[in-house]
């Protein structure tokens, strides 16, 4: 990879994504450059989770994420909005089923 791919020093950026103690889900928290995946792990564990505010860290390389923009969100959502059966208000929910 080149210097003008988006790379520093020749190195793949990475997104890092941390999961809690607390928290279900990972939360993105910031990007790296690292030769390789192993490395992108160690530096993301000594760069965002330093006062052990994680218990697991995802680290994925840019390139292979795909995103919708902020110019693409209303026609990119917009075909979710007819689909009535989505909606929990189309079912009949039973009584005895609780915290629906």
Known sequence: MSN????QGGWPLYEV??????????VHVGSLHAAD?????????DL????NEGVSIWVVRSEHIGASTRDEK??????????VYRH???YDIPDDVPHI
């Open 4 to 7: 003008t791919e988006g790379s």
């Open 17 to 26: 994504f941390v999961r809690g103690k607390r928290g279900l889900n990972h």
């Open 37 to 45: 995946q192993r490395m992108a792990l160690t530096h993301a564990r």
């Open 48 to 51: 965002y989770t330093r006062r």
């Open 74 to 83: 209303d026609p990119f959502f917009d075909p979710s909005a007819d689909k």
């Open 88 to 90: 929990p208000t189309f």
